[in-house]
């Protein structure tokens, strides 16, 4: 049982760049969310998702765009990397609602230079 | 609005002492809380959760967090620090109202430090 799935690991950009981190959970959750986590921030999220076709925007959204075309994966894409978006990126799954408690992948560690 | 303050951004506790990690939220209705804690270069692990039930909660590895209404408080506790305890803990509550399905609020985080 993987879990969720974060890919990559770790990842340097250029200003200016695009990418895309990816997220996959093979739990059959409905919801997954992103969070950022800054130093002495917490984790701060930027979009999440109750289900395939439904996406919206969190505390943080600019700057970042998502798509929920299938129930086990949530892409987040950068669309134009700043320096401000340096951050370690998680990706978190829930069977239902908040009430089971997210489960977290191992994260992605972004560097924008 | 659901807020989360976690008072003390690092706690230092000797090996066998007693750890007391604090956490007060904010809440217009009956909260669902929770304990997150993260070890180095890795993601959050549920440690325990709150959802109305028993206000006395126990989770893994020996800790336990009490609700308490009167102070809106969540604090996490365990007896006897380990070495492993040594990471950081994150308190959390589910946000509720209209566009807020599926989404928790953290506090800002405690680095526990244990010393031999």
């Known amino acids: 049982n993987a879990g969720v799935t974060q890919t990559p690991k770790f990842q340097v950009l250029k200003t200016g760049q695009s990418m895309t981190l990816q997220c996959a959970q093979d739990?059959?959750?409905?919801?997954m969310s992103w969070y950022r986590q800054d130093p002495g921030m917490g984790l701060r999220l930027i979009h999440y998702?109750?289900?395939?076709?439904?996406?919206d925007q969190g505390e943080v959204p600019n700057g970042y765009n998502v798509s929920r075309s299938t129930t086990e994966d949530f892409p987040l894409r950068l669309l134009s990397a700043a320096p401000s978006q340096t951050s370690v990126y998680f990706c978190?799954?829930?069977?239902?609602?908040?009430?089971?408690?997210?489960?977290f992948g191992s994260g992605t560690r972004l560097t924008v230079v | 609005a659901q807020s989360v303050t976690q008072l003390g951004s690092h706690v230092s506790v000797s090996e066998g002492a007693l750890v007391l990690l604090r956490c007060n939220y904010s809440?217009?209705?009956?909260?669902?809380l929770f304990w997150y804690v993260q070890y180095p270069n890795q993601g959050l692990q549920l440690l325990l959760k709150?959802?109305?039930?028993?206000?006395l909660v126990k989770g893994i590895n020996g800790f336990e967090a009490e609700f308490k209404k009167s102070e809106t408080s969540f604090h996490l506790t365990k007896p006897s620090a380990h070495m492993s305890d040594a990471a950081e803990y994150f308190c959390?509550?589910?946000?509720?109202?209209?566009?807020?399905?599926?989404?928790?609020?953290f506090g800002q985080g405690t680095t526990l430090q244990v010393k031999p």
């Open positions: 739990m059959n959750h409905e919801y």
């Open positions: 978190a799954s829930s069977y239902s609602e908040t009430y089971y408690g997210y489960t």
């Open positions: 998702s109750v289900g395939a076709g439904i996406t």
């Open positions: 809440s217009s209705v009956p909260p669902y």
């Open positions: 959390a509550v589910r946000a509720v109202g209209s566009g807020n399905t599926g989404k928790l609020i």
């Open positions: 709150y959802t109305s039930a028993a206000t």
